[in-house]
């Protein structure tokens, strides 16, 4: 067996300790305030920092390219709140259409 499988399958496990302690964790302190905030918060940091990595980056190297200026669309509509469907569709079309212009 590679290290490669063993990383995974070690990876694997320790995900799963770590999701079974967490339902083994007393009710009061998911309900302190402080953890509370913290997990209402962190999907929202854990998506941010996705969408950050994904449309600044390229392997290792910082890029900025049309899909910063389909994020900047995003944000513009979703400040004016549009519905969902038209944020993406609007980011996709600014990205493609700045692509289709040479702006890579």
């Known amino acids: 067996m590679s290290m ?5 399958i070690a990876a694997s496990v320790l ?6 302690v967490g339902y083994q964790a007393p ?13 209402t918060l962190l999907p929202i940091a854990l ?3 996705l969408v950050a990595t994904q449309t600044a980056t390229s392997g290792s190297e910082i890029l900025l ?8 669309a995003a944000v ?3 400040c004016l709140r549009a ?3 038209v944020v993406v569709v609007g980011a996709a079309v600014v990205t493609a259409g ?7």
Do not use: H, M, N, Y
């Not at 009710?27 to 997990?39: A, I, N, Q």
């Not at 390219?65 to 900047?72: F, N, V, W």
């Not at 700045?98 to 890579?104: C, E, I, K």
């Open 65 to 72: 390219d049309a899909r910063l200026a389909g994020l900047a």
């Open 27 to 39: 009710p009061d302190v998911l309900e302190r305030p402080r953890v509370s905030r913290v997990t």
């Open 76 to 78: 513009v509509l979703l």
């Open 4 to 8: 490669l499988w063993i990383a995974v």
């Open 15 to 20: 995900s799963f300790a770590q999701k079974w």
């Open 98 to 104: 700045l692509r289709a212009l040479g702006w890579s």
């Open 83 to 85: 519905p969902f469907l």
């Open 47 to 49: 998506l941010g920092a």
